[in-house]
């Protein structure tokens, strides 16, 4: 089975995106760019005059490009989401790289400049059609003003034919085990906010189910004890109470065990088996690591009820529908939604930008219920205690 890894724009790396496009005799994206010429009515005396500008596709989303593995590893292929070509696009121009060109990604190039720069929209009206180019939707074009006589040379001789791209992106995998202390935080917060919405709701007798592993009550225990070995740094008020509730061997409702699958699918990636003193690590404890989850995903299929509607990226969660989306993003205090587009499928991410975000508590305070404060409900932050 061919091994297909994603690339994304890691948002907490400065370097991360396209410093320059690179013009080689073999694009990775199989697309040649074209030359154009300005076209006039010719009249008498009057010559067509060559504009030398490059036109052709910098990157294709979710097109497959092939890898040679390194160090006996296996050969593999990378992709792009249309949402991160679309950031890539916009992140070349916003650091100001359009003056930045690679001859075969190894010789720097002067008189290389990007004028033009867009999003394919629509196959039929986009200019790209006029020149002959059928590309799918979400692909990212340009085109290049070419003073470089040496490299307009090539062009016309035919020894270059596309354009590559040079940058920094992340995997997918790299990303889920790079530490977010803010992201951990973020998800602690949430899931505070949603045990206080469910307490609040209105009381309905529900039915509780039980009987998961005594391994589950083990890691709950675990957890309690390496939280006092760094003072109770680690433990927001939500952990502390699950993993009571744990050792106690209690029931849980339906939606509370929806809440902990979800919890727990989400808080693996900032667990380290190896660092017991890692947040990530003792707050995945608290909630009964591991067995916990295998149980809670076994009993879920079991009721028919698994419904995985969340999706992390970029360390931050998204969910299948906008209403979902819009409800986590009132909780934390934002307005509006964003989208991402991911193996084929929109995802709703809360809040209209990441900026925010973010913990509702600053640093030193932890969120314990809600409160209010000019007729309306804000989230309640008190110091934590050491």
């Not at 529900?206 to 083990?218: D, F, K, Q, R």
């Not at 995945?284 to 992390?312: A, I, P, Q, R, T």
Request: aromatic share 8%; hydrophobic share 35%.
């Amino acid at each position: 089975m061919e091994r297909v890894i994603e690339m994304f724009i890691d948002e907490d790396n400065e370097l991360s995106g396209i410093e320059a496009i690179s013009v080689v005799e073999r694009p990775a994206i199989e697309e040649d760019f074209i030359a154009l010429k300005e076209h006039k009515e010719i009249k008498l005396a009057e010559v067509d005059n060559e504009k030398r500008i490059l036109m052709g596709a910098a990157l294709i989303p979710n097109k497959k490009i092939f890898r040679k593995g390194e160090d006996d590893k296996e050969d593999y292929y990378i992709y792009f989401s249309e949402d991160t070509v679309r950031k890539a696009s916009e992140l070349f121009l916003m650091k100001g790289n359009q003056n930045n060109s690679t001859f075969e990604h190894s010789v720097e190039l002067e008189g290389m400049s990007v004028v033009e720069s867009w999003i394919l929209e629509d196959k039929e009206k986009d200019k790209s059609a006029k020149y002959g180019f059928d590309l799918p939707i979400g692909t990212w074009l340009v085109s290049v003003k070419v003073n470089n006589d040496e490299v307009w040379n090539k062009v016309k001789e035919g020894e270059v034919k596309g354009f590559s791209i040079e940058g920094y992106f992340a995997e997918q995998y790299e990303l889920s085990k790079k530490p977010c202390n803010q992201c951990l935080e973020d998800l602690n917060s949430e899931f505070a906010l949603w045990e206080l919405a469910d307490a609040l709701s209105e009381e309905v007798e529900l039915e509780s189910y039980g009987g998961y592993p005594e391994s589950a009550s083990n890691n709950a225990k675990r957890g309690i004890e390496l939280n006092k070995k760094v003072n109770n740094k680690c433990a927001t008020q939500v952990g502390k109470v699950r993993a009571q509730q744990l050792l106690r061997k209690e029931k849980f409702t339906l939606p509370t065990l929806k809440r902990i699958h979800s919890y727990l699918s989400r808080a693996e990636t900032y667990y380290d088996a190896g660092n017991n003193e890692a947040c990530g690590t003792i707050s995945y404890l608290l909630w009964g690591g591991l067995s916990m989850k295998n149980w809670v995903e076994s009993k879920l299929k079991g009721l028919d009820e698994l419904n995985l509607s969340e999706k992390v990226i970029n360390g931050h969660t998204a969910y299948d529908t906008a209403e979902q989306a819009y409800a986590v993003a009132k909780s934390k205090g934002c307005e509006g939604i964003h989208t991402h587009d991911v193996g084929g499928k929109t995802w709703y991410m809360p809040c209209k930008t990441h900026a925010e975000l973010k913990a509702p508590c600053t640093e030193g305070y932890e969120m314990i219920g809600m409160k209010d404060k000019d007729g309306r409900k804000v989230p309640n932050c008190v110091p934590i205690k050491r």
